[in-house]
């Protein structure tokens, strides 16, 4: 016979690594069974407090909001805009005012001022009064004002009238600006 035959294992240390692997990866699946049942349950209970309808409702009113807060910063952006357009404008314009002001101070008390236009390059003004000699002078201080060449340095005569109705002379320049 076989004298080699060993009746007593030496794989005993095996056989109880592999045992201990199969109760502990047992354990592990127990373990993951009972979170994935609890966390069933507690799902189960939420939805069951919170109603869905409830949440759809809160979701379409705040997208409504998002829609309206949207379309009012649309209209605000825009009404920005428009006051930024118009702030450019007003900073890249001439004044005229000084002008005016310069001009007006020529007249004598007694004219008036009917017709009055000014644009980049010239001014239009028609003065009237029932005095000749107020036309005259304030047609000589506008020609001086002229001569000294800071706003204005052409003065041009359109027409002069005597409205004899009224008895007022009516006397209209035109004036190129520098």
């Known amino acids: 016979m076989n004298s080699n ?18 109760l502990i990866a047992r354990i592990l699946a127990v373990i993951s069974l009972s979170v994935v049942a609890l966390l069933s349950v507690v ?10 309808a409830t949440i759809k409702n809160n979701e379409s009113s705040t997208l409504n909001d998002i829609s309206y807060l949207h379309a009012k910063s649309a209209k605000l952006y825009l009404a920005d805009d428009r006051v930024n357009n118009i702030s450019n404008i007003i900073a890249t314009r001439k004044t ?36 000749l000699l107020s036309v005259s002078q ?20 359109n027409s002069l009238v005597l409205n004899v109705k009224s008895g007022r002379y009516s006397l209209s320049i035109t004036a190129s600006l520098l």
């Open 5 to 22: 035959i060993n009746l007593i294992s030496t794989t005993s240390g095996d056989l109880e690594l592999k045992h201990k692997r199969l």
């Open 138 to 157: 304030f047609l000589d201080s506008y020609v001086a004002f002229g001569n000294t060449g800071k706003i204005i340095n052409k003065v041009i005569v």
């Open 43 to 52: 799902i189960f209970i939420l939805t069951a407090q919170i109603p869905i």
């Open 96 to 131: 005229y005012s000084d002008t005016v002001n310069k001009i007006t101070k020529l007249m004598p008390s007694d004219l008036s001022i009917d017709a009055f236009s000014i644009d980049s390059s010239k001014i239009i003004m028609t003065v009237s009064g029932s005095s």
